[in-house]
C-alpha cells in the first residue's frame, strides 16, 4: 500500500438499499476529492470502492460507517488493495 495513495473496497450491510446511499456516498466522496465508486449487491449489501490520500479514504468510509439519515449500517468489511489509479467517483 503506497503512502500517499491507498484503495479500500468497502461491503457495507444493513439497510443500505433504497435509502439514498449510493447517492449521500458519491457525494461524499466527491467533496473529499476520493477517487472510486460505489454500487448495489444483488444480495441487498452495498460495494464502494475508495482510492485517494490515506486521511481521505479514512474520511469516507467513516461516512459508510452510518451511511444517510434513512440507513442503518450493521457490518463493514472492509479490504485494502493495490491502488488502480481511479479517476472520479462514480455510481455503478
Known sequence: ???SRVRARVIVSG????????????DRAL?????GWVRN??????EAVFEGSPVLVADAIAFVRS??????????????EQP?????????
Open 1 to 3: 500500500m503506497s503512502e
Open 84 to 92: 488502480e489509479g481511479e479517476l472520479g467517483f462514480r455510481i455503478r
Open 41 to 46: 449487491l444483488s444480495d441487498g449489501r452495498v
Open 31 to 35: 467533496s473529499l476529492g476520493v477517487e
Open 67 to 80: 451511511g444517510p439519515d434513512r440507513a442503518r449500517v450493521d457490518d463493514l468489511e472492509i479490504t485494502y
Open 15 to 26: 439497510r443500505v438499499q433504497g435509502v439514498w446511499f449510493r447517492q449521500s456516498t458519491a
